[in-house]
Every structure is written in structure tokens, then in C-alpha cells.
């Protein structure tokens, strides 16, 4: 989808979009920061992505100055909006594939949710490489990414066949009416490795059944879930001094 497609969509966000902030009832993305220590000290964040703020309006009272981006300017309207008792806010209009120059070693914690989702795996991995650049070496990011395990259960308990068998870290699937790129758990793993990232985790956040439509999944069936994926931006390697000799 492009600007003008999310444009559209804007406004209808809240129904029509799975927003994994508000729908993280069990607290996994809180508990995540607040282990970090991410929630003291007034951190800078940015939110690539941003989306209508959500993640701003949910946690951002704990951080000091905040940017959010996206490529959607409507977006970034009712991020504003839903936002604005929340201090230190700032509002960028940029691709994820393109960080603007200013952001750059920017954020104590770069948050990037369900953005690298690209059917090119080209434009993946650019937009992977431009969302670690907004981090300050040794910064933290924190990604969203669509589950295709979750995924493939889901549509096991719609269709009542067996689940499929992956042997793919990510596949290509149809989504709302668009292609995007799922990930496995090992798939998660190998993006953020390939980037360069250290300290890499995944776990799952669950969301409710009614987000995909089920109203009554089997009894005892998981929740479907995306996945967290958190990693550390290395520090710089600094440059060896040679001593002087007398």
C-alpha cells in the first residue's frame, strides 16, 4: 500500500487495522520496557511507522522527546490529535525506507511496528538498515512483525485442515486485501542477525481470536499472536590510540 492507500484508510484505523499496542492485553510490550529500564531517565524514542500513535499515546508520558514518522500524512494528523497531551511530541512525514538525515543516531529506542512487511525482500532489508540507523549505537529497537505461524493456525481453524509445515523463515501472504511478508520465529531472528544486531530476542504477543474474525475458536487453541523482536544497535568501535614513546 502507498501513502495515498493508507491516506484512506486513516480514518478507519481503529476497525479496520490490528493495533498490536492497545491489543497486547497481557502486557508483554510494557513488561518488555519497563525490564530495559526503558520507561526511566525521559529516553528518546522514535516511531517509524507511527502510524496514529499509538504507541506515543500508550507509553509516551514515561519518555522525554519523541518523533514519530510515517509516510501517510493523514496518519500523522490523528497521531497529532489522539497525542497532544502528551509532551515532547514531534511529527516527521518520511518512508521507512529513507530516514531523514535528522533522525539518525537519533532514539534510546526505535520502535518499528509491522512496517517491514515489503513483498521485496530488497526493500526489506533497506528498510531494516534505515531503521537501525535511528538508534544510538547501543539504542534499542523494538519491532513488530506479522507471525506466519499465527497465521498458519489461523487459517488451520477456519478451514479445519491441519496446520501447514514451514521450512521457510518468511513467506508472502495475502492480507487484507494485500501481500505481505509474514515471518517465522526463526525468520524474525535472521532479519535483526543479518542486520547486525546484538542482544536479539522474539517472543509472541498475543491479540484476540475476534481480530481475525473467529468468533469461536477451538476450545484450548492459542491466541493468534505477532511477533516482538528486540534487539541492541552494537556501540561504535572506537579508534585504538597508539601510545607515544619518550
Known amino acids: 500500500m502507498n501513502a495515498r492507500d493508507w491516506d484512506r484508510l486513516a480514518a478507519a484505523y481503529d476497525s479496520e487495522v490490528c493495533d498490536i499496542f492497545v491489543r497486547d492485553r497481557q502486557k508483554v510490550i510494557l513488561r518488555w520496557l519497563q525490564a530495559r529500564g526503558l520507561l526511566r531517565d525521559q529516553r528518546?524514542?522514535?516511531?517509524?511507522?507511527?502510524?496514529i500513535g499509538s504507541f506515543f499515546k500508550l507509553h509516551g508520558r514515561h519518555f522525554g522527546e519523541k518523533t514519530g514518522t510515517?509516510?501517510?500524512?493523514?496518519?500523522?494528523?490523528?497521531?497529532?490529535?489522539?497525542?497532544?497531551?502528551?509532551p515532547g511530541?514531534?511529527?516527521?512525514?518520511?518512508?521507512?525506507r529513507g530516514l531523514p538525515p535528522a533522525l539518525r543516531d537519533y532514539a534510546d529506542l526505535v520502535v518499528c511496528s509491522n512496517v517491514i512487511t515489503f513483498v521485496s525482500a530488497a526493500a526489506c532489508r533497506r528498510a531494516m538498515s534505515e531503521t537501525?540507523?535511528?538508534?544510538?549505537?547501543?539504542g534499542w529497537l523494538l519491532f513488530i512483525?506479522?507471525?506466519?505461524?499465527?497465521?498458519?493456525?489461523?487459517?488451520?481453524?477456519?478451514?479445519?485442515?491441519?496446520?501447514?509445515?514451514?521450512?521457510?523463515?518468511?513467506?508472502?501472504?495475502?492480507?487484507?486485501?494485500?501481500?505481505?511478508?509474514?515471518?517465522?520465529?526463526a525468520g524474525a531472528r535472521q532479519l535483526?542477525?543479518?542486520?547486525?544486531?546484538?542482544?536479539?530476542?522474539?517472543?509472541?504477543?498475543?491479540y484476540p481470536w475476534s481480530d481475525e474474525g473467529v468468533a469461536r475458536p477451538p476450545r484450548g487453541a492459542e491466541p493468534p499472536w505477532d511477533?516482538?523482536?528486540?534487539?541492541?544497535?552494537?556501540?561504535?568501535s572506537r579508534p585504538t590510540r597508539t601510545r607515544r614513546e619518550a
Open 227 to 236: 511477533w516482538l523482536l528486540t534487539a541492541r544497535r552494537p556501540m561504535r
Open 192 to 206: 535483526a542477525a543479518r542486520a547486525g544486531l546484538q542482544s536479539i530476542t522474539v517472543r509472541k504477543v498475543w
Open 89 to 96: 511530541c514531534h511529527w516527521q512525514q518520511a518512508d521507512a
Open 70 to 86: 510515517d509516510h501517510s500524512r493523514r496518519m500523522l494528523q490523528i497521531a497529532a490529535r489522539r497525542c497532544r497531551a502528551v
Open 145 to 185: 512483525l506479522p507471525a506466519l505461524e499465527s497465521h498458519d493456525q489461523v487459517v488451520a481453524v477456519e478451514s479445519g485442515r491441519p496446520r501447514a509445515v514451514r521450512t521457510s523463515p518468511a513467506a508472502i501472504v495475502r492480507r487484507d486485501d494485500r501481500m505481505q511478508r509474514f515471518y517465522t520465529a
Open 44 to 51: 528518546t524514542v522514535l516511531d517509524l511507522g507511527c502510524g
Open 132 to 138: 537501525v540507523r535511528g538508534a544510538k549505537p547501543g
